[in-house]
């Protein structure tokens, strides 16, 4: 794997790099040693996988609360998807700050996402998979989110919203 920074502090893009032969490839896409040598939070406690059939769906942007704050990497396996992170650490010289990545299956790459971010993506295929690898199991009292439209962060899209859930619609204007 090779880890490229973002503008993000924390925010890195991941990329496979595949041990190719007549049968396809091989590609290592988690490693807990060079996860710790990076820097990053190694610990692994839950997988979970999105699946959206229509392009033009959104999905977010979430996050958990502290003290179940989660670090996550997230790649998209079918189709492709616009991926935003917020950063939500008050402290941080980014804080309010986004960032958008396209991820896809054809480039495999991964975006890893520390813990006080908020993340969430718009699909730009139909029929659209994202894996998540998350380093805190999943506490429904410490779930939360942010609006994809919501004027504090000003996320640009590149395509139209088409499909959205109500809950992640309507989360109010974010006032930190």
Request: with cysteine.
């Amino acid at each position: 794997m090779t880890f490229a920074k973002t503008s993000l502090p924390g925010v890195v893009e991941i990329h496979l790099q595949p041990h190719l032969d007549e049968r396809g490839f091989l590609a290592r896409s988690w490693c807990q040693q060079e996860f710790e040598s990076e820097g990053l939070n190694p610990r692994l406690v839950q997988c979970n996988i999105s699946y959206s059939v229509r392009k033009g769906t959104l999905r977010g942007l979430h996050y958990q609360r502290e003290p179940f704050g989660e670090a996550k990497v997230v790649r998209c396996t079918a189709g492709a998807a616009y991926d935003v992170v917020i950063d939500l650490r008050e402290q941080s010289p980014t804080y309010r700050q986004w960032l958008g990545v396209v991820l896809n299956a054809r480039d495999r790459n991964m975006l890893y996402i520390p813990e006080g971010f908020a993340q969430g993506f718009l699909t730009l295929e139909d029929h659209t998979e994202l894996f998540y690898q998350m380093s805190e199991f999943y506490h429904p009292d410490a779930a939360c989110g942010v609006r994809w439209d919501d004027p504090a962060f000003q996320i640009l899209w590149p395509e139209k919203v088409e499909v959205i859930s109500e809950r992640d619609r309507t989360y109010p204007d974010f006032l930190r």
